[in-house]
């Protein structure tokens, strides 16, 4: 998807300098991920003790015994 931004000269030179992009597009693409993941993983860790979660390893394992 084309977008047109407007973004800051020395924040994308920081960006680059970083790691070695083969573009800039490459750069922001990642680096927009990089704060999507990082984001929910602050969501899901500031949701700890509010979420109720069952272990079913017990059961996943022997499903996969039964499979094989």
């Known amino acids: 998807m084309r977008t047109t931004l407007e973004l800051s000269n020395h924040l994308i ?10 573009s800039k597009t490459q750069a922001i693409e990642t680096a927009i991920e990089d704060f999507v993941r990082r984001r929910r993983l602050d969501n899901l860790i500031s949701a700890k003790g509010r979420l109720k979660v069952k272990d079913v390893s017990a059961e996943l394992r022997k499903m996969e015994l039964h499979a094989r």
């Open 13 to 22: 030179k920081e960006l680059m300098s970083v790691e070695k992009w083969a």
